[in-house]
């Protein structure tokens, strides 16, 4: 008989972004941290790939963002209904090992991946300074379960309304320039912020973990969807990573490519509000 993938909890953490805690076992039992899974919100629906956010028991819990059409659909999906598939853990845990002192950056959306990496870090002994970017105060997540999972916690907003007024790496600049040292620096976010995060952490000499998440289809490496450029070498994210050394990462290639599909995602997610708003005319 079929598992059923029944989402036990949901939350709306903004406007645009929700979690869902989904009642899968034999996943909880084995997800580490910077791991993730596949999911399909329908029968007919795209493959998903989330990083899992984090396991409680039976549960794992994904963050997303409505970013188009298969993502707004997994949104109208309440407490009580099930999923059509919920594959994982795939990719490779985030290395921690022999780390006692740690920075993880997160941006946006980005700190729900960060979040059980800094958990699995404090779990372990090392001292953690976790910086979270968002853009204003209004959509600031997950801060309190952000905070509980680290020495001392950093909230950056680009417009000033809350905490550090300006980007992680601003913030992550002034800690080392104040002596801060770090054995190693975790990015999780946007690419052009990894990006950044590399450039000021290449400066100060300190090895840097990034998590790439580009596009992806079958989380086997068959597809060759999630190719990334590291070192001069090819590498897929769903089976080498989705860490890297980010200082090895072709990040202009990477961000060009995850462009391809955008102005596409965009017209889905305007067709699938287009619907809603006349079913509800009907």
């Known amino acids: 008989m079929p598992e059923k993938y029944e989402i036990v909890r949901k939350k709306v953490l903004t406007p645009d972004i929700s979690s ?4 899968a076992p034999l996943v909880a039992k084995k997800a580490r941290a910077g791991q993730f899974i596949i999911l399909r919100a329908c029968a007919d629906g795209e493959r998903i790939p989330l990083t899992v956010s984090s396991t409680d028991g039976e549960l794992v819990t994904v963050v997303f963002q409505k970013v188009g059409d298969s993502t707004m659909t997994l949104d109208e999906l309440s407490e009580g209904e099930c999923l059509t598939d ?3 853990p795939l990719g490779e845990p985030t290395p921690i090992e022999g780390v006692k002192r740690a920075a993880v950056v997160g941006g946006g959306l980005g700190c729900a991946i960060a979040l059980p990496v800094a958990k699995a870090l404090h779990d372990a002994g090392a001292k953690v300074d976790l910086i979270g970017g968002f853009r204003t105060r209004d959509i600031v997540i997950l801060e309190d379960e952000m905070r509980a999972a680290c020495d001392d916690l950093y909230i950056c907003t680009d417009d000033g309304s809350y905490g550090y007024h300006g980007f992680t790496t601003g913030k992550l600049e002034e800690l080392l320039t104040a002596g801060e040292r770090y054995d190693r620096v975790y990015a999780i976010g946007p690419l052009v912020m990894m990006k950044f995060v590399c450039r000021v952490t290449k400066r100060f000499d300190i090895p840097t973990t990034v998590s790439m998440n580009p596009i992806m289809i079958d989380g086997t490496g068959m597809c060759g969807c999630c190719r990334v450029t590291v070192g001069g070498e090819v590498k897929f994210a769903c089976v080498d990573g989705p860490d890297f050394d980010g200082h090895l990462i072709d990040f202009d290639e990477t961000i060009a490519r995850a462009a391809t599909y955008k102005e596409f995602e965009q017209r889905r ?8 708003e006349g079913m509800g005319n009907a």
């Open 20 to 23: 869902i805690s989904v009642c």
């Open 86 to 88: 919920f594959v994982g």
């Open 269 to 276: 997610k305007a067709g699938h509000a287009c619907r809603l």
